[in-house]
């Protein structure tokens, strides 16, 4: 993977909002020039595909310690379904790099389909581990350590593609916000607050609760002998060089391929369901592609009509997002 590709990867995680100094300034528009932040941010990246493969394979392959993978343990589950688990917040996340002149630099992992953080500490290393990390509802960064999470992210609320569009964009522009308001990207001193920020079974619990309810919903959509078959030949072709539109789409979801099949093959291959919503009379589904953490893809399906695939969105999480058509 080349520099562009590497950094792209991240999915907007080197965005700075408000960048307010010189050497933050330094790293948004020359982040090449930086050997240090290269090395975490490839880290990152490596970690998260990883993670979107087989999460239980961190430790072996020395990205993590065990101590670091303890808070994403699940007790009394087998060790594939958990990874199977795992895989939706993996593939759904985005990764953003703070304190990188410190001995401990931080990398946090966001999900916005889940609304959950997976913070981690990192050793500054040749090779970069994880060797610490907390799991905290997307609230706590933003509401502090007494953050109450919602019973759900806020994007299921409205069932409604422009809606979950919204949402979304909201969800992953306030977590890059928090997260650079907390862990500057240029900090020389220890991530203090990662310290005070309370995590546990609690945490765990809602992460799981969130997770199972997306699986559940995966395997029912997947059982679909309408709407699936459609979804399953629009992955195919974005798959491709050259994406054409596959059978089944509406004219206005027609519309909006062309918009996807223009992204860069990196970033709309591999794509896979991290969350989907049974809605009145049919589906609400978000696909993610493991490297990249940048874009969902959102797809609205009626399997009683002709056209199963009604509207189909393009989510840019890293800045304007494009609308349904």
Do not use: C
């Not at 459609?230 to 798959?239: F, G, I, P």
């Amino acid at each position: 993977m080349n520099r562009r590709d590497l950094l792209a990867g991240l999915g907007g995680g080197l965005l700075f909002p408000g960048a307010a100094s010189a050497q933050q300034r330094r790293y948004q528009f020359d982040p090449n020039g930086d050997r240090t932040l290269l090395r975490l941010s490839g880290a990152a990246t490596a970690l998260k595909t990883q993670a979107a493969i087989s999460p239980q394979s961190l430790v072996a392959k020395r990205m993590t310690t065990a101590r670091a993978m303890a808070p994403l343990a699940m007790a009394g589950m087998p060790p594939r379904a958990a990874d199977a688990l795992l895989r939706l917040f993996f593939a759904s996340s985005q990764a953003f790099v703070g304190h990188v002149e410190s001995q401990t630099p931080i990398i946090g992992y966001y999900s916005p389909t889940l609304d959950f953080w997976w913070l981690t500490l990192w050793s500054k290393d040749a090779a970069p581990v994880a060797t610490a990390s907390k799991l905290l509802p997307g609230r706590a960064l933003i509401a502090g350590p007494s953050g109450v999470a919602p019973d759900s992210p806020r994007w299921q609320s409205g069932l409604r593609l422009q809606t979950a569009i919204e949402a979304l964009r909201q969800a992953a522009n306030g977590a890059r916000t928090a997260f650079y308001s907390e862990f500057a990207v240029d900090a020389a001193l220890p991530p203090t607050l990662f310290q005070r920020l309370a995590s546990g079974a609690a945490e765990q619990l809602i992460l799981h609760r969130r997770l199972a309810v997306y699986a559940k919903a995966i395997v029912a959509f997947a059982g679909d002998a309408r709407a699936y078959p459609v979804y399953d030949r629009l992955l195919k072709a974005l798959n491709t060089a050259a994406p054409a539109a596959p059978a089944g789409l509406t004219a206005e979801a027609r519309q909006t391929f062309t918009v996807v099949a223009g992204v860069p093959q990196l970033l709309r291959t591999r794509l896979s369901p991290v969350a989907a919503l049974p809605i009145q009379d049919g589906w609400l589904v978000a696909s993610a592609n493991p490297v990249s953490g940048r874009y969902l893809l959102l797809t609205a399906f009626r399997p009683g009509l002709a056209e199963p695939l009604q509207r189909l969105a393009l989510v840019d999480l890293a800045g304007p997002g494009r609308k349904a058509a």
